[in-house]
C-alpha cells in the first residue's frame, strides 16, 4: 500500500497547509507552557501556585467556550481563527514584555495566563470544527491523527528548547525565559498565514441569532443535542474524569527540582517525555488501518493512563520517570485521536462548533482543574503521592465505564453512518 493510500488526509493541501502552519505555532505554544510552569515555580517555590493557573484558564474557558462555539456555528471559521491567534500572538508578546522589564509578578503573569484563556475560548470551537471542513468523512480519521502528530511533535520539541533556553544565561536584558515567549510570540506568524491562505466560507452557518435569547436558545440546542448523543457525552465525561484525576503536568516542576534534582535541561527532558509517546503512537494510528471498536480502545487506554501514572509517581530515577510519562502521553494520545473521531463524525456541520465548545469545556476543564487539585493535594501529601492518588482515581473511572458505559464501550466506527 502507498503513502497516499495510508495517509490519505495528506492528499488535501488546505489540510497540508493548516497543519503546517499549527506545527511551527504549536513548537512556540509549549515552549512558553513549560517555561511559564517553570517560571512560576521558581518565582514561588510552590507547586501549589503552579496549579492555580489552572483555575485562572478555567474560569475564562468555561465562561466563554460556549459562546465561542455559537460563534463558530455563525461566522467563517477562517475569520474567527485568524482574529484569535493574532490576539494570543500579542500576549505573548506582552509576557515577554513584562518578563524583559521585571514587571513578572506572579499577578501580572496569572493576567496575562488569563486573557489568554479568553483567547483560546473562542479560538478552540472554531479549530476543532474546521478540521472537519479541511478533509472529506472517510479521511477525517487519518486526519485526526496526523493532527495528533503535530500536535505531539511540538509536546516533544518545545519543552526541550525550553530546557535549553531557560538555562541559557541570555543577552543583554534578554534572558532565556523572555526568549522563550519572544519565540512563541514570533511562531504565531506561520499559523497566520496558513489560515490566511484557507478558502473563505469553508463551514455551514446554522441559524443565524440575532439577540442575546437567541445565542441562549442556540447554546441549548448544542446541549440538547450531546445529551441525547449517549455516546458523545459519554467521551466528553470520561475524558474529563481522567484528565482531572490523573493529570500531573502541574507537579512537574517540583518533581524535576525537588525529588530527581533536576536542573531546567532535565526539566526540558522530563516535560517533553509525555509528547514523546504521543507522537509515537499518533505516527501508529496516522499509519495503521482505522479501528473500528474504538470505544473499547478508549476505556483501555483511559485505564492504561492511570497505571503509566502511578508508576510514574514512583519512579526513582529520571529514566523510568521518562519511560512511564512517555506510556502516558501515547495512551492519551490514542484516547484523544479515537474521541476526536467519534466527537466529529456523529455532528452534523451546522451543530460543531457548539458541540466542540462543550468538548473544550470538559478536555480542558479537566487537565486545568486538575493541576489545581493536585497542587493542593501535593501540598498536604507531596508530589509522589498526589501523583499515585490521581492516577488510582484514573484507573477507577476507566472500570467503572467499562461495566458501565455501555454507549462508548460498544461504539463501532462507521463512516457510512456519518451525517454531515
Not at 484516547?335 to 473521531?341: A, E, K
Not at 509522589?384 to 484514573?394: A, D, H, K, Q, Y
Request: with cysteine; net charge positive; glycine share 10%.
Amino acid at each position: 500500500m502507498s503513502i497516499a493510500e495510508r495517509l490519505p488526509s495528506l492528499r488535501h493541501r488546505d489540510f497540508l497547509n493548516f497543519q503546517f502552519g499549527s506545527l511551527v505555532s504549536n513548537i512556540g505554544t509549549m515552549i512558553q507552557s513549560a517555561a511559564i510552569m517553570w517560571h512560576v515555580y521558581h518565582l514561588t517555590h510552590s507547586s501549589l501556585n503552579v496549579g492555580l493557573m489552572g483555575l485562572v484558564r478555567v474560569g475564562p474557558l468555561l465562561t466563554f467556550s460556549l459562546f465561542g462555539g455559537v460563534l463558530a456555528d455563525q461566522v467563517d471559521r477562517r475569520t474567527l481563527l485568524l482574529v484569535t491567534q493574532a490576539g494570543m500572538a500579542v500576549l505573548a508578546g506582552a509576557l515577554s514584555y513584562i518578563t524583559l522589564t521585571g514587571r513578572d509578578t506572579i499577578g501580572a503573569i496569572y493576567l496575562v495566563v488569563g486573557l489568554s484563556a479568553v483567547a483560546r475560548a473562542f479560538n478552540g470551537p472554531a479549530r476543532q470544527a474546521i478540521m472537519a471542513n479541511l478533509v472529506p468523512a472517510e479521511d477525517f480519521a487519518n486526519a485526526a491523527s496526523i493532527n495528533g502528530i503535530v500536535w505531539r511533535l511540538s509536546d516533544v520539541s518545545g519543552p526541550i528548547v525550553a530546557g535549553f533556553l531557560i538555562a541559557w544565561k541570555g543577552v543583554g536584558a534578554v534572558s532565556g525565559l523572555a526568549a522563550c515567549y519572544l519565540l512563541n510570540a514570533a511562531s504565531f506568524v506561520a499559523v497566520i498565514i496558513a489560515i490566511w491562505l484557507l478558502p473563505k466560507n469553508l463551514s455551514q452557518s446554522g441559524k443565524r441569532v440575532r439577540n442575546p435569547r437567541e445565542v441562549i436558545e442556540s447554546i441549548r440546542e448544542g446541549f440538547t443535542f450531546v445529551r441525547g448523543t449517549r455516546v458523545l457525552r459519554s467521551a466528553m465525561i470520561v475524558d474529563f474524569w481522567g484528565t482531572f484525576l490523573s493529570g500531573a503536568d502541574a507537579l512537574l516542576p517540583a518533581f524535576a527540582a525537588s525529588i530527581l534534582h533536576l536542573d531546567a535541561r532535565g526539566y526540558g527532558v522530563l516535560a517533553a517525555a509525555s509528547g514523546t509517546g504521543a507522537f509515537l503512537a499518533a505516527g501508529a494510528l496516522a499509519w495503521l488501518p482505522t479501528v473500528r471498536r474504538q470505544g473499547r480502545l478508549v476505556i483501555t487506554m483511559i485505564g492504561l493512563y492511570g497505571a503509566a501514572t502511578v508508576f510514574f509517581g514512583l519512579s526513582p530515577n529520571l529514566a523510568s520517570a521518562v519511560f512511564f510519562l512517555a506510556l502516558t502521553g501515547a495512551s492519551d494520545m490514542i484516547s484523544t485521536v479515537l474521541r476526536q473521531t467519534i466527537r466529529q463524525l456523529t455532528t452534523p456541520d451546522f451543530m460543531r462548533g457548539r458541540m466542540s465548545s462543550i468538548a473544550s469545556m470538559f478536555q480542558i476543564s479537566g487537565p486545568q482543574l486538575g493541576d489545581f487539585e493536585a497542587g493542593a493535594l501535593a501540598s498536604g501529601i507531596g508530589e509522589r503521592g498526589s501523583i499515585v492518588t490521581g492516577g488510582v482515581g484514573c484507573i477507577m473511572v476507566a472500570l467503572w465505564y467499562w461495566m458501565r458505559g455501555r454507549a462508548l464501550k460498544e461504539y463501532v466506527h462507521q463512516v457510512e453512518a456519518v451525517s454531515v
